[in-house]
């Protein structure tokens, strides 16, 4: 597609529910990263993925969040047991290439966002 | 772990003047540093960005420094517009070992005043 984009773009859910977010990024981009922003914050590294697999999920804060990419395109981020500090706009970038030859193919573009409001 | 630091939070220069904000960065070992801009409920989108192996880029009215030494840079906006105000994040790559990992800092919301 012409951009990143993000579904939904608002979530609102209860405590305890299951969610799933999802990034479809530009055509052809093989990185792709998770980021979560709460208000007045920058964003907050979760997990980035070269390809299928998770290259770094070190950003992950605990065991209830989770993240897919099986066909090394759209991405799927799964979070259990909604908590309402999980409250936060959820963005999604990708980029041409990931890795350490950071030659212009690797500027990040952005996703509008997903708003997620755990009540 | 690596960890970017940016100041101030907020900035209000007048319309015309210029703008200067401030990011240090943990890790010597980084070397792509990019600036996004983030104007209210819209996405963050890169402005400028630069590599280790220069001290300075700029692109109009934007110029970044680096010093490497110290491990910190700068964004510098001269002759500011009212369509400059929004949040500036800096950002900065991980260690070796993540080095696609790219860290934000908290943010500068300026303000342009006319």
């Known amino acids: 597609g012409a951009g990143v984009s993000q579904t939904p773009s608002n979530k609102v859910t209860e405590k305890g529910k299951y969610v799933e977010l999802r990034c479809d990024p530009i055509s052809g981009h093989t990185a792709l990263y998770w980021y979560r922003q709460s208000l007045g914050q920058g964003p907050e590294f979760l997990i980035y993925f070269q390809g299928t697999g998770a290259a770094d999920d070190s950003g992950l804060p605990n065991d209830r969040f989770f993240a897919v990419r099986p066909e090394g395109s759209v991405s799927t981020l799964k979070i259990q047991r909604t908590e309402r500090g999980d409250s936060a706009v959820y963005l999604c970038a990708s980029s041409l290439i990931g890795g350490m030859d950071f030659s212009g193919a690797n500027v990040l573009t952005f996703g509008a966002g997903s708003r997620l409001t755990v009540l | 772990g690596e960890n970017v630091e940016q100041h101030p939070s907020t900035l209000s220069v007048q319309e015309g003047d210029s703008a200067v904000i401030k990011c240090t960065y943990s890790d010597s070992a980084s070397n792509y540093f990019p600036w996004y801009k983030q104007e209210l409920g819209k996405r963050p989108q890169l402005i400028i960005d630069?590599?280790?192996?220069?001290g300075e880029k700029k692109d109009q009215r934007i110029a970044v420094t680096l010093n490497k030494t110290a491990k910190h840079f700068s964004l510098h906006i001269t002759e500011t517009q009212p369509e400059d105000s929004a949040v500036y994040f800096c950002a900065a790559n991980g260690p070796y070992s993540s080095a696609s990992k790219i860290i934000f800092g908290s943010g500068t919301r300026l303000s342009i005043r006319p």
């Open positions: 630069i590599r280790s192996n220069v």
